[in-house]
């Protein structure tokens, strides 16, 4: 059973970057058919694809985030890191980390932003001064 726990500061100031890690058990970070995904819910809106690292494929990025965002791995600690900067107030919302498993086509990997086996509990960020 995979387990994905997120954490970092529920506040942070305007123009300043948001750090969120999430640790997985039960799983590797590094299995080549998964990808890992952060996932938000602004309040009183639907959830928003961030961004996702792969192993077999390296990082995708929403395109409205692109420039503002990275996510980055840690294979050793089997934990993925989220860093969004320049944030504002709309930045708010329930941060989500999940995984899922990509459908392997040919010789590679087809994935799909929008299907997850394994969520996290989330963690609310409020961007304030």
């Known amino acids: 059973q995979v387990q994905l726990q997120e954490s970092g500061p529920g506040l942070v100031k305007p123009s300043q970057t948001l750090s969120l890690t999430c640790t997985v058990s039960g799983g590797s970070i590094t299995t080549k058919y998964a990808y890992w995904s952060w996932i938000r819910q602004p309040p009183g809106k639907g959830p928003e694809w961030m961004g996702a690292i792969t192993w077999a494929d390296g990082t995708y990025y929403s395109p409205s985030l692109v420039g503002r965002i990275s996510i980055s791995g840690d294979t050793p600690k089997n934990q993925f890191t989220l860093r969004l900067n320049s944030v504002t107030p709309e930045d708010t919302a329930v941060y989500y980390c999940?995984?899922?498993?990509?459908?392997?086509?040919?010789?590679?990997?087809?994935?799909?932003?929008?299907?997850?086996?394994?969520w996290g509990q989330g963690t609310q960020v409020t961007v304030s001064s």
């Open positions: 999940a995984r899922g498993e990509a459908t392997r086509v040919g010789g590679g990997y087809v994935y799909s932003w929008s299907s997850y086996d394994y």
